[in-house]
């Protein structure tokens, strides 16, 4: 009988041990994506960006001989109704971490179980399962550097290879069309200017690790801080999605390292950042929507206010900050730094709520991942694990000065029509809503605050919490 692979962040055939075993069982193979309230749930851009990759996929397994299945429904039902259509005796997909997601698929396995079926799932997201790697008295890791330790010297396997064909079912179920889903659907406004930005595709992702370890991975150290500066290897976008697997990243940094590469070992690292996010996540999945440190539950954060609007637009007439929330708006994407500096100034000079800097991330990346997302935002807001210290607060002018020396990075974004302004500036303007009422030939506003009436005024909060006032 078939095998339902349920496809979800899982979008690759290579670097697949679910796919390889299931070619290895000789038996067809249906893939399906299923759009169910999780990816409803979406923020605008990632949702419009799984459409895109949704469609690269399924080109690419039609060139195995397979199509991918759409259907839109919860997901018990719809596997049911393909069971019924297909006779499939398994169901098999890719792990998830979030909680949401872990309920939703033992919810799955056991009503698929019951009913006598095989019912599985896979590693691939992840190097490390995150309950394999325990601390000395058995409980998980809080802080970053001993859990890299914990894993840094672990036997990683080498990643399967990408099947030649795969084997197609007497009858293929119908599928719906990928526009019906509608996922762009809240991304009319900046799809236009953000698609040239975009890497879709598993052959994509392999191209872009490939150019990466060639070169800019030698100077990673030195280089990855420099948001001007094209020194990272901007494979979050397709990790996320799973169009590219994690052990083929590490292998091509421990190939790189062992090349000599000087910032290959930095480089491995910040990929083991994304498993320790994940190792939190699961380990404490209020991380998502809590103050991971309840003591900051009486912090007094705004949760609403004219300052969030002009922080989302790139308005805060703060040029770094500003610079690096158009390059989201117009890429879809920014800068490590830049996602640093701009959550910090939201969360502590502009006293917002982490939250708020989560959920616009989650509406604005290409890239959104929960759980890399939360740890940064609670990292830079202080209220997470490991977390930068509240009094630590980034000076956009002196991170500028450090990180953007020449200027090339900010102007980049934030010359105003007249000034000579690059394209990247201006598209902006042509990505945002019209309801913003904003203007390419308006000047940028004065900041709301200064940078250290703003600092004051956090570090003075802070001490007031604890104070217990
Ligand atoms: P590289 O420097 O090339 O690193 C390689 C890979 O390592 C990345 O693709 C990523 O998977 C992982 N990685 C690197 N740094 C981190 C980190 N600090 N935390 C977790 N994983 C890391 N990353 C996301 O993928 N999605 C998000 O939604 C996201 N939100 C963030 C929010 C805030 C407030 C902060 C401070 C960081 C966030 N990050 C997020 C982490 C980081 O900024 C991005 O992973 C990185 O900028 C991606 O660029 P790159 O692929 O070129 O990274």
């Not at 799932?121 to 914990?150: C, D, I, M, N």
């Not at 119908?174 to 809240?186: C, K, N, V």
Request: aromatic share 10%; net charge neutral.
């Amino acid at each position: 009988s078939a095998i339902l692979w349920w496809v979800r962040r899982d979008m690759r055939t290579a670097d697949n041990l679910l796919l390889a075993q299931a070619v290895a069982t000789g038996r067809p193979l249906v893939p399906v994506f299923i759009c169910d309230d999780a990816v409803e749930g979406l923020g605008a851009a990632p949702k419009w960006r799984l459409g895109l990759g949704l469609a690269a996929f399924g080109a690419a397994l039609e060139k195995l001989g397979a199509r991918l299945i759409l259907r839109r429904g919860p997901a018990l039902t719809v596997l049911r109704d393909l069971i019924a259509e297909t006779g499939a005796g398994s169901v098999w997909w890719g792990r998830q971490y979030d909680d949401a997601a872990q309920a939703r698929d033992s919810d799955v396995k056991s009503a698929l179980r019951d009913a006598g079926l095989d019912a599985r799932s896979f590693p691939g997201h992840l190097l490390f399962e995150p309950w394999t790697v325990k601390t000395g008295q058995g409980g998980f890791y809080r802080v970053y550097t001993p859990f890299w330790r914990a894993v840094a010297g672990r036997e990683v396997d080498a990643p399967e290879p990408a099947p030649k064909r795969l084997i197609a079912p007497a009858d293929w179920p119908a599928s719906d069309a990928l526009e019906d889903l509608r996922l762009g659907d809240a991304m009319q406004r900046g799809a236009d200017v953000v698609a040239p930005h975009t890497n879709v595709g598993e052959a994509l992702a392999l191209d872009r690790l490939a150019h990466f370890t060639d070169g800019p991975i030698a100077d990673y150290k030195a280089q990855r801080d420099l948001p001007a500066a094209p020194g990272t290897s901007r494979l979050s976008e397709n990790l996320t999605y799973g169009e590219i697997g994690p052990r083929t990243i590490w292998h091509a940094g421990q190939r790189a390292l062992a090349e000599g590469a000087a910032g290959a070992e930095t480089f491995l690292k910040e990929l083991v950042w994304r498993e320790f996010a994940y190792h939190l996540m699961f380990h404490t999945p209020e991380i998502l929507t809590r103050n991971w440190k309840p003591e900051w539950d009486s912090f007094p954060w705004q949760a609403e206010g004219p300052q969030i609007r002009r922080w989302q637009q790139g308005r805060t007439g703060v040029a770094l900050v500003d610079a690096a929330m158009r390059e989201m708006y117009v890429t879809g994407t920014m800068h490590n730094r830049g996602r640093m500096i701009v959550a910090s100034y939201l969360t502590k000079h502009l006293m917002t709520h982490w939250r708020v800097g989560l959920d616009w991330f989650a509406d604005c990346l290409i890239d959104w991942d929960p759980a890399a997302n939360a740890m940064g935002w609670q990292w830079a807001a202080g209220s997470g694990p490991d977390a930068s210290p509240y009094f630590r607060i980034f000076n956009p002018d002196t991170q500028a000065e450090k990180f953007d020396a020449k200027g090339v990075y900010r102007r980049r974004w934030l010359q105003t029509r007249g000034s000579g302004a690059s394209d990247l500036a201006l598209a902006f303007y042509d990505a945002c809503p019209k309801a913003w009422g904003l203007s390419p030939d308006a000047p940028d506003p004065a900041p709301m605050i200064s940078l250290s009436d703003g600092r004051a005024r956090a570090l003075e909060a802070y001490s007031a919490r604890d104070r217990g006032k």
